[in-house]
């Protein structure tokens, strides 16, 4: 079984999200952007955490994003919800 | 709908609702992610259910995917034979006297991509909403529910004009040509060729210059830039109306975006690269370039 890399807490990890965040509100229809931030184990200072900045989104409706990241060819994005609901 | 170069407001659109001879169509698709192991990069889903939450009454829905593009390929929205679009468009109730007026939601490209089909079959009478049904809903306009009800089946006569689509090797001849700009309408950050892309190799088409449809919209309303500052874009990456342009994205569909601002400005050498990055990212024999 692969290991899990836990590492200590990295100052730099904020400043990270904030250039990736940045990045990401420079891209994205504003208007379809409800949410944006740090989640996770690297948005605790001080915590021990494998290092990967998670960001999610959330978004107005998840079929508009999609046609959005098409038209900029961007990767998809899988949904953990179900966006019908926000039609 | 000469005086109109293309283009039609919600306002002239609420004026003409009643006109017998108006064929309106919302063009939306949206697209799933493939399932795991599948070798395309997403699922075209056509946007009947948005169509039946709301739509502009009188209304008809166009599905690209399943009616009005080339099913033999696993390359989604490619131009089918214009037999194949003569008798859906057809089924659809466009003849010679109709007047049709395109639109989708969250985005023109859609409607922008029927524009530009019906354009390279010689259909004249065509106008894409400004704004789409996101700025007739802002707007309080009626709204009609329910499953399209369809127009009357008529005769489409196709006039088809040459020189509107092109394949990769006429693209790779573009690249080196005289007098040709090749134009990728995909974001700035995969033009560059620095982030993963969703096709294959990332990067763009050697020597393409980057005008990103998402720039040519506002943001907020959905409706084009005004020809002017659209102008100052294309010219910014010399894509000047003495040049022949060859536009290109992902899936042949934003592209149709520059394309229709570029053909509202008087660009008269206009041709789209159908398979866009979907195909040439993944065919290791074309070349492709990063910064």
Same mark, same amino acid.
């Given at each position: 079984m692969d290991g899990i890399e836990i590492v200590d807490y990295d100052p730099r990890w904020p400043a990270l999200f904030d250039d990736e965040a940045k990045r990401l509100r420079a891209t994205l229809d504003p208007s379809l952007i409800v949410g944006l931030e740090h989640f996770g184990?690297?948005?605790?200072?001080?915590l021990s955490a494998k290092p990967i900045i998670d960001i999610p989104i959330a978004v107005r409706s998840f079929r508009h994003f999609q046609n959005q990241l098409f038209a900029e060819g961007a990767p998809m994005i899988s949904a953990d919800g179900d966006d019908r609901l926000t039609a | 709908m000469s005086g109109r170069n293309g283009l039609i407001s919600t306002a002239e659109l609420a004026s003409i609702?009643? &006109? =017998?001879?108006l064929r309106l169509f919302d063009c939306t698709t949206y697209l799933e992610p493939a399932p795991e *192991? +599948? %070798?395309?990069p997403y699922l075209a889903v056509p946007g009947r259910h948005s169509f039946e939450a709301g739509h502009i009454p009188g209304a008809d829905f166009l599905d690209l995917q399943g009616e009005? +593009?080339?099913? +033999?390929?696993?390359? &989604?929205?490619m131009m089918p034979g214009v037999e194949q679009l003569a008798a859906a468009f057809g089924r659809h109730g @466009? +003849?010679?006297?109709s007047e049709v007026v395109l639109y989708s939601i969250s985005t023109p490209m859609w409607a922008t991509r029927f524009w530009w089909m019906l354009t390279s079959l010689g259909f004249e009478n065509l106008t894409v909403l400004d704004g789409g049904l996101d700025k007739w809903k802002l707007e309080g306009r009626a709204l009609e529910t329910g499953p399209a009800k369809g127009y009357k089946s008529a005769t489409f006569t196709v006039k088809p004009k040459p020189g509107f689509f092109v394949d990769k090797n006429a693209t790779l001849e573009a690249t080196t040509a005289d007098n040709t700009v090749v134009v990728n309408a995909l974001g700035p950050q995969f033009h560059k060729g620095l982030e993963p892309s969703r096709y294959g $190799?990332? *990067? &763009?088409? =050697?020597?393409s210059c980057n005008v990103s449809?998402?720039?040519?919209?506002? =943001?907020?309303?959905k409706a084009f830039i005004s020809l002017a500052d659209a102008e100052e874009k294309f010219a910014a990456q010399? @894509?000047? $109306?003495d040049k022949r342009v060859v536009a290109y994205c992902? *899936?042949?569909? %934003?592209a149709t975006i520059d394309l229709f601002l570029l053909h509202r400005l008087g660009y008269q050498n206009l041709t789209l690269y159908d398979g866009s990055m979907g195909e040439w990212a993944k065919d290791a024999s074309l070349p492709i370039e990063t910064d």
């Open positions: 184990s690297t948005s605790i200072p001080g | 609702l009643d &006109r =017998p001879t *192991g +599948s %070798s395309v009005f +593009s080339d099913q +033999s390929t696993e390359l &989604r929205f @466009i +003849s010679d006297g $190799r990332p *990067g &763009r088409v =050697p020597g449809a998402a720039t040519l919209l506002d =943001p907020k309303t010399g @894509i000047t $109306r992902g *899936g042949g569909i %934003s």
